[in-house]
């Protein structure tokens, strides 16, 4: 048994479609035995090359991408907290930088 693919009048893939034939049997009009290539948004036989190929324009194929989702309030928190650990540790760098420069001047040498 070998399976078929079908397509129709413009060469566009029919999934679902597929039948299975005996070995030998002549395979019917608007059907091939080359399977289309996983991945394909919109398979397109070519008859004369006997290959498929990829006939789905980008724009179609990015409309089909899921919508970014927002962020979750745990994640917002996640994203909050990290920023203040930033600052605080800005913060305590400059902290450090500014008691040192005290200690210079007060114990008379320059920063």
Do not use: C, H
């Not at 129709?8 to 290539?37: K, Q």
């Not at 398979?43 to 194929?61: L, R």
């Not at 305590?92 to 007060?106: D, G, H, R």
Request: hydrophobic share 35%; no cysteine; proline share 6%.
């Amino acid at each position: 048994m070998i399976m078929i693919f079908k397509y129709d009048s413009e060469y566009n893939y029919i999934p679902g479609a597929e039948i299975f034939l005996e070995e030998g049997d002549a395979i019917p009009e608007s059907f091939t035995d080359i399977r289309p290539i996983d991945g394909f948004y919109k398979a397109k036989f070519n008859p004369k090359k006997q290959v498929w190929y990829e006939s789905a324009t980008q724009e179609y194929i990015d409309s089909l991408q899921p919508l970014p989702s927002k962020p979750s309030d745990i994640e917002l928190l996640g994203q909050t907290i990290s920023a203040m650990k930033i600052n605080t540790l800005k913060y305590n760098q400059k902290l450090i930088t500014l008691e040192k420069e005290v200690f210079m001047l007060k114990s008379g040498g320059s920063s």
